[in-house]
């Protein structure tokens, strides 16, 4: 738990950093974002943990994908990452966790994630991370319905989405069992 705790308090300076190196206020990030000041303020001093939904906001903002921001807390990551040392998000409320297991690197454009949504889990972001991002959704368990662009799909095990993203996406797992898959992530 202590390693979970660090890398919150290390994710909380960096969004804080984040929004003073843009010279904005708390305002100015709020009125960007869509997230209340009060929380973002809250946020920035690790009084609570962010959900994946207001990662998903401040992501989008800050134009990187929640693995690159997530990378940017962990010390410089090796080229080999063990499976017991990937970094895991896990968003108890949302029914969402999500593991980093080809973790984001300065010099590289792709990323491997994978990502487990609970029976009932439904998850919206508003705008993708970084426009045009290319994702490629490999399901390896159950199913999910996936929104892009306005376009839904239901993708189930070996199915393969590909898509890049320009709008809101969405992601509903509608059970009855969990739906687990592999994202790849390459930034344009």
């Known amino acids: 738990m202590r390693h979970v705790e660090e890398v919150e308090a290390r994710l909380a300076g960096r969004l804080a950093e984040l929004r003073l190196e843009r010279g904005w206020s ?16 809250r946020l920035e001093r690790g009084e609570i943990s962010p959900t994946a939904a207001l990662l998903g906001k401040l992501c989008s903002v800050y134009e990187r994908t929640m693995s690159r921001l997530l990378a940017e807390v962990e010390s410089e990551p090796p080229q080999l990452v063990r499976a017991d040392t990937q970094t895991v998000f896990r968003d108890e409320e949302s029914g969402f966790v999500r593991r980093s297991v080809s973790p984001p690197h300065p010099g590289l454009r792709g990323e491997v994630v994978e990502a487990t949504l609970r ?10 991370p970084v426009p045009g991002l290319e994702q490629h959704i490999w399901m390896l368990e159950g199913a999910v319905e996936i929104t892009a662009n306005g376009h839904t799909h239901t993708v189930e095990a070996g199915d393969c989405l590909r898509f890049r993203l320009w709008g809101a996406s969405r992601f509903r797992c509608p059970g009855p069992s969990p739906a687990r898959y592999a994202l790849l992530l390459v930034l344009p």
């Open 26 to 41: 708390l305002e100015e990030l709020a009125s960007r974002s869509g997230i209340s000041r009060s929380t973002l303020s």
């Open 119 to 128: 029976p009932g889990a439904d998850i919206s972001y508003e705008t993708p």
